[in-house]
């Protein structure tokens, strides 16, 4: 066969055929792409659901962290992985607080600790390689993720003695000491902001607005110090026209004292920044709550005198201060925190100082003359405490608990007020609350001893008799006050405690023998002959039980006129449960 003569060139530069010789070449290297790709893609796979799977360990375990562990096995073993895949499970405390770098808001906690509010969990598992394990001296790869979730747990409460509002001439006086300018609203405007509800979480950012406050975490607002003018500025700015105008008409352009913001409500850790705002945003004041705050801002340090008519038979003279405002101890016009939160409401409190006639007493005896009575009295008003002892985020069961209080104090026990007959010194006076400890004996009446003998006669004039005093008003028997899930979903969120006629009661009491000390006052004893000692003996005895018959009546209309004169009555003691804040189980990093 004859051979073609340009064959060999034809064939040197013939291209057919090429691909498949250089994928032929590549087919391992590209096998090998594929192969890594899948094992990939299941690595991601695989990841991804230990992330889903840790996710929901972190998130079961939060909602029930008494039993963290067991709930986060379960879970795990639920999603067909076994709990010895849990390495690591830790309870803490979370701060959803964007002043706080990201890795430092999770602090590890002992089990039992108030403050845990989150759960952080460590799940490890190994999943199978598959054609990577060719070029690979193992065939499993360790995988391991971690999920942190947050539960807070908060209720926010108030502490009431169903006392009413102060009435206009008081509202007005203790505005214009605060405000430093005449404060003159009338019924109709003081009725019109009691009637208008107000959001804290507006108003907290209102505040941060007016404040210029520009800390990264929104809750700090708390933590400062506005001036009444500012929180009444911020107040006005969520007010209808009417109400608004009523309220610039009283707001003075400077000069107004600094109060701390948690005055109005206070007791939440600030530092849980977005958690906090987001409990105080479900909260509703009235604007005259507010208002009530500012007017506290006055303080027990600065009491109003009050020019109260005081017509009483026996009554010769009354000098009444009233404060407004809580005692260093308190948490805000409203409380609001997690477990061990306390609040101590003593809204009002009056001092007066009682002039009688000293034939009230009658007769103590021959030769016994009584030349002046006086009893200095202090009244707190909604003295009372309360503590969290139990927040319950888990509603699976209407009957369990939602909210746990204890009523008691050291101080006072569970109480609508307290009253005391006594002296104390204006620095008590003024930083409160009043223990009976800081009670001293007080100057409250001066007798005179004529002595008559065979031949002469002896005279003992200006000997001062001491008494102090105390007593729980409205106490109650019950330690505790609790909130069911089922009640607060029905909105039975007021349970009260102590009841009766408690002034009348309460003045009883404090003039009982059992209550009431009396004495000579120290340094006198030199005045006292043996000849006047069996006397003075006699009157000591007996003058407990005349204070009690001839002085009730007189005092206790003395309390109601000046309580009648600032708008204020005494009744059940109340704890309303304003907000029971479960926030929602959620992921963090």
Not at 127 to 153: E, M, N, V, W
Not at 378 to 404: F, K, Q
């Amino acid at each position: 066969m004859p051979i073609n003569p340009r064959y060999p060139a034809s064939f040197a530069h013939d291209e057919r055929g090429a691909v498949a010789v250089i994928v032929s070449l590549l087919l391992v290297m590209l096998i090998g792409f594929v192969a890594l790709g899948v094992d990939v893609a299941s690595l991601y796979r695989e990841r991804a659901k230990l992330q889903a799977d840790s996710d929901l360990a972190a998130m079961s375990s939060v909602a029930n962290i008494a039993n963290a562990t067991t709930r986060a096995t379960d879970t795990l073993e639920q999603n067909n992985r076994s709990g010895d895949t849990l390495t690591i499970l830790q309870t803490g405390r979370f701060l959803r607080n964007p002043a706080i770098a990201r890795e430092d808001r999770f602090t590890t906690l002992p089990a039992g600790d108030a403050r845990i509010n989150a759960v952080s969990v460590t799940v490890k598992d190994t999943t199978p390689l598959h054609f990577a394990k060719i070029f690979a001296d193992q065939d499993s790869l360790g995988l391991t993720r971690t999920s942190t979730a947050i539960r807070t747990g908060a209720a926010s409460f108030s502490l009431d003695s169903n006392v009413l509002r102060l009435d206009r001439t008081a509202l007005n006086a203790v505005l214009s000491d605060v405000l430093g300018t005449p404060v003159m609203l009338s019924v109709g405007e003081i009725q019109l902001l009691s009637d208008i509800n107000v959001n804290i979480g507006d108003l907290l950012a209102g505040l941060r607005q007016i404040t210029g406050n520009a800390a990264r975490n929104p809750a700090a607002i708390l933590d400062e110090q506005a001036s009444a003018g500012e929180v009444l500025g911020a107040l006005q700015t969520l007010l209808p026209s009417g109400a608004a105008g009523v309220l610039g008409a009283i707001i003075p352009d400077t000069g107004t004292p600094d109060l701390p913001v948690s005055a109005i409500i206070g007791g939440i850790d600030s530092a849980l920044g977005l958690t906090a705002v987001e409990f105080a945003s479900e909260i509703d004041l009235s604007a005259l709550d507010v208002i009530n705050a500012v007017a506290s801002a006055n303080g027990y340090d600065n009491p109003a005198s009050l020019g109260l008519n005081v017509a009483v038979p026996g009554v010769t003279s009354v000098t009444t201060r009233l404060a407004m405002g809580d005692p260093p101890a308190h948490s805000g016009w409203i409380a609001m925190g997690e477990e061990d939160v306390q609040l101590h409401r003593a809204a009002i409190r009056l001092q007066n100082e009682i002039t009688l006639a000293p034939d009230l007493l009658g007769d103590l005896g021959v030769g016994v003359s009584v030349t002046s009575l006086n009893l200095p009295l202090y009244l707190e008003v909604a003295g009372a405490s309360a503590t969290l002892e139990e927040i319950n985020c888990n509603a699976s069961d209407p009957t369990a608990t939602a909210a746990r209080f204890s009523t008691q104090n050291p101080r006072n026990g569970a109480s609508v007020a307290s009253l005391y007959l006594g002296k104390l010194d204006e620095d008590t006076f003024a930083n409160g609350p009043i223990m009976p400890s800081d009670l001293g004996f007080a100057d409250f009446m001066d007798i005179s001893i004529r002595i008559e003998l065979l031949l002469t006669e002896i005279v003992i004039p200006g000997i001062t008799l001491q008494a102090r005093s105390n007593v729980s008003l409205g106490a109650s028997q019950t330690d505790t006050i609790s909130f069911t899930h089922s009640e607060i979903a029905a909105g039975q969120t007021t349970k009260h405690f102590g009841s009766g006629n408690l002034l009348s009661s309460g003045v009883s009491s404090l003039l009982s023998p059992a209550n009431t000390e009396i004495r000579v006052k120290p340094g006198q004893e030199g005045l006292i002959s043996a000849v006047a000692a069996p006397v003075l003996g006699t009157v000591l005895a007996a003058l407990p039980a005349q204070l009690l018959a001839a002085l009730t009546a007189p005092l206790d209309a003395v309390l109601d006129t000046t309580l009648d004169g600032v708008g204020v009555r005494l009744g059940e003691g109340e704890l309303a449960l304003t907000g029971h804040h479960c926030e929602l189980v959620r992921l963090v990093q």
